[in-house]
């Protein structure tokens, strides 16, 4: 995407001329710090990764089924630590190499099934941190931001291009057993960039969240946080949410303990437009897993609420890693109007090196009965060597009735095989 996203990063470029500046002067050097600016460059680290995929999709509908096969080069430079001064750059490239039947939303071959991995090359990230305050971490600029379990902010990881947030964040340590973020952003570049397509590549924000982390229980870590996303360029998505996450674990043995997992949170709209709906919805998820020598079993619930008689009026988490969530078919990126209920069980197992995980879901109305269907997933993953792995990925979802007439969703089958090497 373009540095100077509709203006946005004109501010992180005089703050990085500032930070230049400010490293020349006579602070206080750490003995693993550089002396100057100019040696922090020098003893910086640099890394390139490649990330091949070739993803299939099948759906049963007039859509040509699609095939892509993709390359993802990514190369990042970090310097060393100057003056309480660390500056970060990363580059990705996706380019096609191979099949290139598929819609990669930016209009081109769209007789073809979905595949949201278009061409291009961008900044993904590029910050500055200042860690010279006591208990304190500034960081300014595009980066990643990756909330608890990404239910609410992710960097979408999966695809090809990661979604990353031009943004002000500050950390602070000062309690003991809290840590405390808060976060300005003012723009999100999306998985769909660089340039726009049928979906807009960023949307101009003017958002603050807060999260706050507690650990200082032997039982489990609370989280509690408030999202006040003003979403400029998609007024739906304009919302504020409160919430709370507790996670618990309790050991049973050496080689067997219990996982719990709680969340509640409301949301409602926000930013006064007047094309918004207003409502207000919940979502809640409970989950307990057993792990017991290298296999864990996870039963969970998920619950994002909706309003079957008024559209518009769902719980939303459009900037989550949402693949993640609701089945990894993707069929559910949007909370219906209806919202959603998902029941689903997990495997997953570490076997001679192999990790394997299984996963059903069970979707349905959580207004109403109506049945959405149901999916199988699996994968299996596993390391070839320090610097490169493989990964073999599946997903089948099944649309029931309901889901066909009010959904409009089809029957879906996605396999990806995926290698990749970090140097």
Known sequence: MNLDTKGRFSSVSLFLCGALALSSMG???????AKNFSQAIENGSAHLSFRYRFESVEQDNSLKDASASTLKTRLN???????????????DDV????????NDTHFHKTQYSVVADPEGTDVNQVWLRFSGL????ITLGRQRINFDNQRFFGGVGWRQNE???????VTNTSFTNISARYVYMYNVNRIFGPGDGAQLADFGTDSHLINLSFDGWSAGKLNVYAYLMDVEDAHAFATETYGARFNA???LS????LLFTAELATQNDYGGYADQTEFEANYYTLSGSLKLNAFTSTLGYEVLEGNSSAGGESFRTPFATLHKFNGWADQFLGTPAAGLEDMYIKVSSKLEGFNITLVYHDFSSEDGSDEYGSEFDFSISRSLHKNASVLLKYADYSADGEAKSVLGKVDT???????TMKF
């Open 163 to 169: 979604q990353t947030y031009d943004a002000l964040m």
């Open 95 to 102: 380019s096609v190499i191979g099949a290139d039947n598929y």
């Open 249 to 251: 674990k309790h050991k």
């Open 254 to 257: 050496e080689k067997s303990k």
């Open 134 to 137: 006591k208990k304190n971490i």
């Open 27 to 33: 602070f206080e050097v750490a003995g693993d710090e």
């Open 413 to 419: 089958q996605k396999i990806w095989l995926m290698l």
């Open 77 to 91: 430079f970090t310097t060393q630590t100057s003056h309480g001064i660390q500056a970060f750059i990363e580059l």
